[in-house]
């Protein structure tokens, strides 16, 4: 768990909502996200209560048995004691609340509010999609003056800790743009559903070890799933997308991708320039009323978009693709690439076909030398009782250190393996019962029908015919189970599943965040032909400009 911390610990999310077994002490599980955008566990620890010195000392012992490497960001729910513990041991690390816990607590609060027509579209919009902190806070006076409801004590306890839950506030800090903690409430459903509150603390322990397991085996499924090609490509030819594809996991590069198609209808609008630095405006012509500014080097081919979607994320934003495919820049500079997301991001893991260019023994060279050595030393200690003892003992002290680093052993791979050594080797023993040179099963007569079909006995069953199939397989086919019409139909629609939700999720956004600028444009004055943009500092207020002879929008150039 360690060796995961080190590669995936900028982001920690910790939860205390379940209690788990019969001595009703509280579980936080200690999780994070790996590079298939998954979950990953870093640990887990009990407390009697909630009170912030229970939490100093579960944070403390957390963070010695990390080495002493503090997260970027941490996300948990509205505890004050919880926030006091955080602020003591994780002083430079960013604390998030989570946003569906606010949205839950919202239901209670402000159900009046909540009744009134457009107020759920704009409440949510500015809990969690402002880019900047100039248009959260037009958006939240915006909507303050529209639904009158300055005077509510629970909207303005909120808004004193924006600081903590609202994006726009963080944009500096890596989150994976993770807006709530419900996954650490995944890692207790994974719990939950294996144990019953009667249970120990080592019934939890064994749980808790397969979860974990089962956690790896998915990973190692991804990673095969990425070495072994990404077979999603959107359009052929394209660069950025060639250069994404060979650096980055699938479900990043699905992100990545679904970046780039997104940026496509953008408009762009040059407002400043002293080559090499230019600066652009970018925008979708329906979705976007505020434009994002981006500043482009083409001699040091470095961008910077007023969204901060890459510091958030670790990913270039539709924004900065739009420009870069603009400019024909066809790779992604090696500075917007965050080990983090690529296919190398478990750097221990040893695969074949990249040890070439690393220079490390390939896995199936090493397995071969070791056994060979392995199996030279056992030979020579058979034979000594003492040597044994020295072998014996080597081998659990082995295995618990490689246990540490890759998780549990099956011990039954190697009896398994024995078996069918010895089953192949029994098969090839001649009966020595009877005559010289005849093999077992040799000599005995199987009964047959008139159409040569075998004839079985069995219990209670006198005769079984045994038929040929009704539809074999052709010469050279593969040798794969065959599936039927309703089969296909349904594998067909699970695999859809996934992609439809998505879709749904992004237009579903798309749609309300739509509806609450446009609910809340009249307090937006912008002139006829005018645009309003994000500013570049990031204290300053949104910017207008006017229309310009020249580039269609007034000149600003860079200050030297």
């Known amino acids: 768990m360690k060796i995961d911390y080190d590669a995936f610990g900028d982001l920690l999310v910790h939860d205390t909502t379940y209690r788990t077994n019969k001595y009703d002490m509280i579980c936080g599980p200690f999780v994070g996200m790996n590079h298939h955008n998954k ?87 500015v809990l969690k999609y402002t880019d900047t902190i100039a248009e959260f806070e037009h958006y939240w006076s915006s909507m303050v003056k529209k639904y009158e409801c300055s005077g509510n004590k629970w909207l ?32 207790n459903n994974s719990v939950s559903r294996r144990l019953h509150k009667t249970h120990g603390l080592c019934d939890f322990y064994k749980c808790f070890l397969e979860v974990v397991d089962e956690w790896r085996s998915n990973e190692n499924v991804d990673d095969h799933q990425s070495e072994i090609g990404n077979r999603y490509l959107a359009a052929e030819g394209v660069g950025l997308l060639d250069d994404a594809m060979e650096i980055y996991n699938i479900d990043i590069y699905l992100q990545f991708e679904a970046n780039f198609l997104k940026s496509m ?26 434009m ?65 260019v690393s220079g490390v023994v390939p896995s199936c ?12 030393l056992i030979n020579s200690s058979q034979h000594d009782l003492a040597a044994r003892k020295v072998m014996e003992s080597a081998f659990i002290e082995c295995k618990q250190r490689v246990e540490i ?46 159409g040569g079909d075998s004839v079985v006995e069995g219990d209670g069953v006198d005769e079984q015919t045994i038929k040929n199939p009704k539809k074999k397989r052709k010469k050279g086919g593969r040798n794969v189970r065959l599936k039927g019409t ?15 939700w998505k879709k749904k999720t992004t237009r579903g956004v798309t749609k309300m965040k739509g509806k609450a600028q446009t609910s809340l444009q009249e307090y937006l004055d912008v002139p006829d032909g005018s645009n309003v943009a994000h500013p570049t500092n990031s204290a300053g207020d949104l910017e207008m400009f006017a229309p310009d002879d020249y580039f269609g929008v007034n000149l600003t150039p860079f200050n030297n």
Not at 66 to 84: A, C, L
Not at 365 to 376: A, C, G, K, M, P
Not at 424 to 433: D, I, S, V, Y
Request: some cysteine.
């Open 156 to 187: 303005q306890n909120l808004y004193t800790i924006r600081d903590f839950w609202c994006p726009a506030y963080s944009k500096d800090y890596f989150s994976g743009g993770v807006l709530s903690s419900q996954r650490s409430e995944t890692t």
């Open 365 to 376: 060279v090493w397995r071969l030398q070791h056994t060979r050595n392995f199996i030279s």
């Open 265 to 290: 209808p953008y408009i762009v609008n040059i407002v400043g320039f002293l080559p090499p630095l230019y600066e652009y405006h970018v925008k979708h012509p329906k979705n976007d009323l505020i």
């Open 39 to 125: 979950n990953v566990m870093f640990g887990v620890g009990f407390i009697v209560n909630e009170k912030w010195e229970f939490f100093e000392w579960l944070f403390k012992t957390f963070l010695r048995s990390m080495g002493g490497r503090h997260p970027i960001t941490i996300m948990t729910d509205q505890s004050k004691s919880m926030k006091k513990a955080i602020g003591i041991v994780f002083p430079n690390s960013s604390h998030r609340l989570c946003t569906w816990h606010i949205g839950e607590n919202a239901k209670t609060n402000i159900k009046g509010l909540r009744a009134m027509e457009g107020f759920n579209n704009a409440f949510n919009y």
């Open 405 to 450: 680093l890759i998780g549990a052993i099956e011990e039954n791979i190697a009896d398994q393996e024995g078996e069918r050594m010895v089953e192949r080797e029994c098969m090839l023993e001649p009966n020595t019962q009877g005559a010289e040179g005849v093999f077992e099963g040799e000599g005995i007569d199987v009964p047959t029908t008139q």
């Open 486 to 500: 309703q089969e296909k139909v349904c594998n067909k629609l699970k695999a859809r599943k996934p992609q439809a």
């Open 292 to 356: 994002h500014t981006v500043k482009f080097d083409q001699s040091r081919i470095s961008i910077d978009c007023t969204c901060k979607y890459f510091s958030e994320v670790g990913i270039l934003c539709s924004h900065s693709i739009r420009i870069l495919h603009l400019n024909n820049v066809i790779s992604i500079p090696k500075r917007y690439i965050l080990k983090r997301w690529t296919k190398g991001a478990m750097c221990h893991k040893v695969g074949d076909n990249v040890t070439q």
